[in-house]
């Protein structure tokens, strides 16, 4: 009844065997298509949860990484040397440790995002988080 039941389907147990095979191979790589990732410093997640002397000096230091790959796609048509003026602007007065000036900039950066179009602001979400840990660094100093 087996071999009835091969025969009307075409398969054979080669090809079974080939298919499983390859369902192996394929699900035993380790995302073959992701980027390599740089193993020499560590997450800012981690370093950020470290005791630091001077939060706000901490996140000024971090500002790029928190930014950066949010603006990657982000056209200059749409005033993208504007935005990185005002995080770059951000990230001095962080390091400074000018709370008043940047609290000036959260509020421009947030009105400036909020002039972009929602698939916009979805595409720079990550500005719109890292705004929020900043303001949430400053609230608690």
């Not at 706000?56 to 749409?78: C, H, I, K, V, Y």
Request: hydrophobic content about 35%; proline content about 4%.
């Amino acid at each position: 009844m087996r071999l009835s039941l091969r025969a009307r389907s075409g398969v054979s147990s080669w090809t079974s065997l080939a298919a499983l095979c390859s369902i192996i191979f394929l699900t035993s790589c380790e995302e073959p298509t992701a980027p390599q990732s740089n193993v020499d410093h560590a997450p800012s997640a981690l370093s950020f949860s470290q005791a630091s002397s001077d939060p706000l000096a901490q996140l000024g230091s971090e500002m790029d990484e928190m930014t950066s790959w949010s603006l990657l796609n982000f056209p200059d048509s749409r005033g993208r040397p504007k935005l990185v003026g005002i995080l770059s602007s951000l990230q001095g007065h962080l390091t400074a440790g000018r709370t008043d000036a940047c609290r000036d900039d959260i509020n421009d950066a947030r009105s400036f995002l909020q002039s972009l179009t929602e698939n916009e602001q979805v595409e720079l979400g990550g500005i719109g988080v890292t705004l929020d840990v900043v303001e949430y660094t400053l609230n608690k100093s």
